[in-house]
């Protein structure tokens, strides 16, 4: 007997005509998120979440079954990141490939960006982040946009004008799914649906399900290979007979050579197989059997929009992405807003094909237009619009714009809902923000307190968002240099989230870091260490010693332990931090280059110029080789190696490398940024 290597996860005992979600993990995260996500996932919508039926078996085993999946899933853990893992190296490798949407759901604190980095910018979800109020809100919105409603199933599966019947020998699948294609590369087969065996179905007695779909199908296709007479099967006991009784037309297509006096003695009266390759003679005999179906041409927009959506999500055709958005295309040209609204996901997600934010923009303006012309300017549905529009503009980088309809959005939600509406108070932020992009830090304050305050009346202290927008003021007071408002807020934010949350929640922990790194902005470099000795012990011990969060604590202290002069404290921590770094993200990683430079400037500060000028030009190096000469990270390192050459005394290598940074930073920021007047000064110091 095969060994079952996908097992799956539903409500009820049916599987068939849902969506198929693939739940994507690192071997050791399996027992500690799968209940939590898939119980969550379920209660939103009815779907079948495969997985793989034990930790042992091979991702390059089942890859060419995940074809027809909906929606991958992932935990992401540090581990998924940092280890070399089947998980992440094919099977999301697979879903990035083939377009398939990918969920990540951050089970840990701070990966964002380290996710980002090895995976790409996708959206993520994390109850750290939104709270778990905003947490099941945002998973129902993404799993409602990916995964199709009963309803619209029903909808989508109305739509198709006739069924074919494709059998097929389980072992057959690869060529099942070939014939599938062959036969709706025929134009006129567009809108013919094709029953097949459900995808990834376990072996049941399906009598029921396939008398049905045989009642309503055309014709029965038959792929034949010689595992239709080797041995006795399913197609050969049930399907063909039924087929017969049911009077069908059946129209054979060999895909592998096979005896035809064994096909004649076990299927009695088939007629003469098609073979695969004769592409003209299977159009011709599907138009035989199929002309008063096939030629209903129907251009409807929501004719086109139930069949693209077919085509997108394998809704009883195989999965055919590229055909799917062309439908969903002609769709949208033709006024349909729904198929529009799916366009939008489909360019600014890279569902089915490549992201593309101009595209999801150019879709957003048809949605927001047609809102306006149905609905009018202040309905609710048209300010989320409007908003959207707002984010579709920031996507692409025109902060301005955005700025521009947020404003809109803001004033008219303040006309509709209040201004003390959480929605209103969610536009300000995003108010805040473009604020915050442009440059206008003070005005982006001044904005953030609104929220801050209006949040605490509303939804009280200790709320998510509350402490959120508390935090990122405290952000934006150290960003312009008042580091005593930045203590005084960072504070509150720590000991409340202390009090709601616990000591050792990371986003307490998170808090307690960005305090210490205040104080030592403010030079109090014994509070700074005091409270940086505290974070790192506290992330030791929840989230492990070579969590990235647990080693920017340690990194942290370094600095700190440099800022006092304890040289020799800070060369061990620093050692410390590169090595794990260097082990758990390689070599030539930016944030490995970043400790190693930094390690550069303790040796250089301890007076042992030999090590710090070969560590120095260590990082200048490789930082140039990996990133390239302007990335602000190589110049760092430039700048870094050019002050320890102006240490040791040897003003003649200094001078050189600051010329040459000078150089570069005229190119990359201009003549009169800071940066650039700095490295100025310098050389006329040196000359």
Known sequence: MEEVKLKYKTRGKEIKDKSRVYFCYHPDDFDKYFEEITEEILNIRNCVIYYKANKNIKSSEIIDDLSQINLFVIPVTWKFISEECDARLIEFQYAMDNHIPVLPIMMEPSLESYFNEKCGNLQTLSKLVDGEE??????????????????????????????????????????????????????????????????????????????????????????????????????????????????????????????????????????????????????????????????????????????????????????????????????????????????????????????????????????????IKELGENHLNTLKSLTKLAVAYRNIGNYYKSLELNKECYEKQI????????????????????????????????????????????????????????????????????????????????????????????????????????????????????????????RKETLGEDHPDTLRSLNNLSFYYNHIQDYNKAVTLGKNVYNKIKKTLGENHPNTLTALNNLATYYCDIGNYDVAVKLGEEAYTRSKETLKETHPNTLRNLNNLASIYKTMGDYNNSLKLYEKLYKLQCEVYGENNEKTKKTLEEIKVLK
Not at 158 to 166: E, K, T
Not at 276 to 295: C, F, H, M, P, R
Not at 438 to 455: H, P, Q, S, T
Not at 516 to 531: P, Q
């Open 134 to 371: 905003k947490y099941k809100i945002k998973l129902k919105e993404y799993i409602e946009s990916i995964l199709v409603s009963d309803e619209l199933r029903k909808q989508v599966q109305d739509a198709f004008d006739a069924y074919i019947f494709l059998s097929y020998r389980k072992k057959d699948k690869k060529h099942a799914e070939n014939i599938m294609h062959l036969i709706h590369e025929n134009e006129f087969c567009r809108d013919i649906a094709i029953w097949y065996d459900e995808f990834l179905k376990p072996g049941q007695d399906f009598n029921e399900s396939i008398d049905q779909a045989l009642k309503k199908s055309k014709l029965f296709a038959l792929v034949v290979t010689p595992n239709l007479v080797n041995e006795r099967n399913y197609v050969e006991k049930i399907e063909y007979p039924n087929a017969k009784k049911e009077g069908k037309n059946i129209v054979p297509i060999e895909a592998v050579d096979t005896s035809k006096d064994e096909l004649q003695k076990k299927y009695k009266e088939i007629p003469k197989p098609i073979k695969v390759g004769d592409t003209e003679v299977l159009s011709q005999s599907l138009k035989k059997y199929l002309i008063n179906e096939a030629w209903k041409e129907n251009d409807d927009p929501k004719h086109l929009y139930f069949i693209g959506l077919a085509y997108l999500n394998g809704i009883d055709v195989e999965v055919n992405k590229e055909k799917g958005i062309k439908l969903l295309e002609q769709s949208g040209n033709l006024d349909c807003k729904d198929a529009m609204k799916e366009l939008v996901y489909i360019y600014e997600e890279g569902r089915g094909t490549k992201l593309d934010y101009n595209k999801a923009l150019e879709w957003q303006k048809k949605v927001y237009e047609k809102d």
């Open 415 to 538: 006309e509709v809902l209040g201004e003390n509406n959480l929605n209103t108070l969610d536009s300000l932020n995003n108010l805040a923000r473009n604020y915050d992009d442009i440059g206008k830090y003070d005005i982006a304050i001044k904005l953030g307190e609104n929220v801050y305050k209006k949040r605490k009346e509303i939804l009280g202290e200790t709320h998510i968002d509350t402490l959120t927008s508390l935090n990122n003021l405290a952000v934006s007071y150290s960003d312009i240099g008042n580091y005593d408002m930045a203590i005084k807020l960072g504070k509150e934010v720590y000991e409340k989230r202390k009090e709601s949350l616990g000591k050792n929640h990371p986003n307490t922990l998170t808090s307690l870091n960005r305090l210490s790194i205040y104080y030592n902005y403010k030079e109090d470099y014994k509070e700074a260490i005091r409270l940086g000795e505290k974070v790192y012990k506290n």
